[in-house]
């Protein structure tokens, strides 16, 4: 019990750390590119350009799930825009509106797809696992000497851009989430229906380490996302306080 109430600390922890890290991010990269083109239709192009390949998988899982549940599909987009509520598509699948459960699935292709993928890119080609582990166990000796490692691999700095681009594009949009809602209170029926009829324990100890195993799994991968973000963070800060010097000296 003490273990699963602690993956599930870690996945909630690490989804709250990445969300806060990944928005600071964004905000700093977006304010460099707009210092660096001074329009803000040509810095949300570029932003959208540099997230390409996450775009590419966030879309593209969308469309491959789709057509799995053999649910048609229409037009498809990689092409930024600007939506009236001032946040930024950065594409779009259309697909057939049908059951919750489907529309659910679809939705949610684009997070499960970027977990795999990061997991892959993080702790069999980069190892940042290990640096994760060193920090959360106080070895920052340890740290720096593996993350040096890590920037000494072949093609670092491509794998490196490839977790940045895929973290910052799978998570599901308000649209994706739309019949997130159905599917929980379906989940909470069912879960209320369990308890009344005393099948709860059983489930419980069915689904209990299934559960726990892909709890520590996200929260490995979002962990491993905020080393990469974290990292990054100092330089792109630097560069746009760079942007910041010039264009205040050409004013």
Known sequence: ??????????????????????????????QALFLLTGRVEWALFLFALILLPGVILHEGS???IAKLLRMRTGRISLWPKLQRDGTLRLG???TERVDFLRSSLVGVAPLVAGIVALLVLGQHVLHI??????????EMDIAWQLGAQILGLPLAGLWIYLVFAVS?????????RRSWPWV??????????????GVGDWVVDAAGQPAMRIAQTVALAFSMTIVVDAALLPGLATINGLLRRVRGGLM
């Open 184 to 197: 929980g209170l379906v989940l909470g029926v069912l879960l209320v229906i369990s308890l009344v009829t």
């Open 168 to 176: 910052n594009t799978m998570f599901p949009s308000a649209s994706d």
């Open 129 to 138: 696992d290990a640096v994760g582990l060193a920090i959360a166990g106080g």
């Open 62 to 64: 969308h469309w491959l």
């Open 92 to 94: 779009y699948v259309e």
């Open 1 to 30: 019990m003490e273990s699963a109430l602690a993956a599930a600390a870690w996945l909630a922890l690490s989804a709250l750390a990445l969300v806060l890290v990944q928005r600071l991010v964004q905000h700093i990269v977006q």
